[in-house]
């Protein structure tokens, strides 16, 4: 089992910034990609960003590329989202996910419970 725990979500103007992050606990985390995903009231939940095992390697859904960067420490067991340039669209409730999957996962097989992040106009 793999324990995710993110935090560092709030509100926030459009045009700012936040990090998150998503601490695990449990199995070693560097064995697992992280993600990160996003629920929109009322939408479905959408890939975010993705990073590897080692952190070489990471992918972005178009809205968010050039303004969000994702990094991993496994040292200390986290991921980190970094959002700047924040749009009132970027408002959702923000998971953090650990997949067993290689390359872009399809699945994801832990999840954390959550962070909002509201962005106003």
């Known amino acids: 089992q793999v324990q995710l725990v993110e935090s560092g979500g709030g509100l926030v103007q459009a045009g700012g910034s936040l990090r998150l992050s998503c601490a695990a606990s449990?199995?070693?985390?560097?064995?697992?990609?992280m993600g990160w995903l996003r629920q929109a009231p009322g939408k479905e939940r959408e890939f975010v960003a993705y990073i590897g095992r080692s952190g070489r390697s990471t992918v972005y859904t178009d809205s968010v590329k050039g303004r969000f960067t994702i990094a991993r420490d496994n040292t200390k067991n986290t991921v980190y989202l970094q959002m700047n340039t924040l749009k009132p669209e970027d408002t959702a409730v923000y998971y953090c996910a650990a997949s067993e999957d290689y390359g872009l996962p399809r699945t994801y097989n832990y999840w954390g419970q959550g962070t909002q992040v509201t962005v106003s106009s």
């Open positions: 449990g199995r070693t985390f560097s064995n697992y990609a």
